[in-house]
């Protein structure tokens, strides 16, 4: 059974950090590309940050120079360091596994609640 747990979430005044996790189990956890997701209230699910099987990195616009994705494959989990936090990084934040070969395969985390405000 494929597993994903975030946590870190909370509550954080603009300017300040969190740091979310996401423990995965279930799944050969190298192969995969992890990514964080987030939707805010009212708005489509946007994609935060990925980090592939080779260490390769991308960003949304939005958070580039203030969030940093990483990934340990010893203890099977994915990290999104946030910094310089925004009222508009209120969101609910997924974690995201995705390996594609012949056919594509996908799992999602239940979320965590980020709440940016003073």
């Known amino acids: 059974q494929v597993q994903l747990v975030e946590s870190g979430g909370g509550l954080v005044q603009p300017g300040g950090s969190l740091r979310l996790s996401c423990a995965a189990s279930?799944?050969?956890?190298?192969?995969?590309?992890m990514s964080w997701y987030r939707q805010a209230p009212g708005k489509q699910r946007e994609l935060v940050a990925t980090?592939?099987?080779?260490?390769?990195?991308n960003y949304a616009d939005s958070v580039k120079g203030r969030f940093t994705i990483s990934r340990d494959n010893t203890k099977n989990t994915v990290n999104l360091q946030m910094n310089s936090l925004k009222t508009k990084d209120t969101a609910v934040y997924s974690c995201?596994?995705?390996?594609?070969?012949?056919?594509?395969?996908?799992?999602w985390g239940q979320g965590t609640q980020v709440t940016v405000s003073s």
């Open positions: 995201n596994a995705r390996w594609r070969t012949i056919i594509e395969y996908t799992y």
């Open positions: 980090i592939t099987d080779t260490y390769n990195t």
């Open positions: 279930g799944i050969i956890f190298s192969i995969y590309d």
